[in-house]
């Protein structure tokens, strides 16, 4: 795959994978899913490449789900909502894919982020080896308030307590908060993002090419046999198990309802307002 839709990828000693949808947020939709694996798979096997730098053009990095193919098309919200096991065991199988195939990306991924990294779009921000992330940049699991949807990565790099706040409320998280916490590298200025990322993937350019693959597969080795790629699967399986259980107790059917009827604004607005009482804003980093 060669002419990508969804993503501009720039060959070079150090490749360059830029997300360039930034009319919809940069979406983790089906399109960028299958063009990003390929594009990683270029990466990986070209001989001339030493280290990828992630970015995405716009005002965020990944915002989740695409969740404009529901609005006016009930048929398909309808079909979302009623997924039998086997649907989600097709999803899981899928998903579990792709996010191994950057787990296991013996190369370097350093990844630079700005804006809303919201649901799968944190898991995919913390999938990547050295992350930056700009002042304006933050996490969030909002659609944990319909369902258990997602692979719950950030525990992986946090500890526990700080991890049961997140899931179990889906609240922002900023940028300064992961890195006080060691989740990501760096934090800089929203306007120099992309110099600095530049600058990490630069001077790991310069180390031997067989030598980095062999430091990154060692430190790999030590999380994982702390459990992070187990995770991925597991947290995945158990996905199966909370869009099971959301069928029949939370408001996902109404949410995907509303999604179809009234488009994205009244959707999230229908999920969201309980927690607007308590200080919730999804477009910015709050306090509980």
Same mark, same amino acid.
């Given at each position: 795959m060669s002419d990508y839709k969804t993503i501009i990828y720039e060959q070079g000693l150090i490749t360059k994978i830029i997300h360039n949808e930034p009319e919809t947020g940069n979406t983790f939709n089906e399109t960028f899913q299958e063009e990003y694996v390929d594009a990683l798979k270029r990466f990986e096997w070209d001989k001339e490449s030493s280290v990828a730098l992630i970015t995405a053009r716009g005002k965020d990095f990944c915002t989740g789900i695409d969740l404009s193919r529901y609005i006016g098309n009930h048929k398909e919200a309808e079909k979302f909502s009623y997924y039998t096991e086997v649907d989600w065991r097709y999803e899981y199988e899928k998903l579990t894919s792709i +996010?191994?195939?950057?787990?296991?990306? $013996?190369?370097?991924? &350093?990844?630079?982020? #700005?804006?809303?990294?919201?649901?799968?779009?944190?898991?995919?921000?913390?999938?990547?080896? &050295?992350?930056?992330?700009?002042?304006?940049?933050?996490?969030?699991?909002?659609? *944990?308030?319909?369902?258990?949807?997602? +692979?719950?990565?950030?525990?992986? +790099?946090?500890? /526990? $307590?700080i991890a049961m706040e997140h899931y179990l409320t889906g609240w922002n998280m900023s940028s300064s908060e992961l890195h006080r916490h060691h989740a990501i590298n760096r934090v800089v200025p929203t306007e120099k993002l992309e110099t600095a990322g530049e600058k990490y993937a630069k001077i790991i350019s310069f180390m031997p090419r067989e030598g980095l693959k062999i430091t990154k597969n060692s430190i790999k080795f030590s999380i994982n046999r702390r459990g992070a790629r187990e995770s991925i699967i597991y947290n995945m399986g158990m996905n199966i198990d909370g869009q *099971?259980?959301?069928? /029949?107790?939370?408001?996902?059917?109404? +949410?995907?309802?509303?999604?179809?009827?009234?488009?994205?604004?009244?959707?999230? #607005?229908?999920?969201?307002?309980?927690?607007?009482?308590?200080? /919730?804003? $999804?477009?910015? &980093?709050?306090e509980i």
């Open positions: +996010f191994l195939s950057i787990w296991d990306c $013996r190369k370097t991924l &350093v990844c630079a982020a #700005q804006g809303a990294c919201l649901d799968i779009g944190e898991d995919f921000l913390l999938a990547h080896d &050295v992350i930056i992330m700009a002042e304006d940049a933050y996490i969030g699991a909002p659609m *944990m308030r319909l369902s258990k949807a997602g +692979f719950g990565l950030l525990g992986n +790099f946090v500890g /526990y $307590r *099971m259980a959301s069928k /029949y107790q939370g408001p996902q059917i109404e +949410f995907y309802k509303a999604l179809a009827e009234k488009g994205v604004e009244a959707a999230l #607005q229908l999920r969201d307002s309980p927690y607007e009482l308590y200080g /919730y804003d $999804r477009q910015r &980093v709050t």
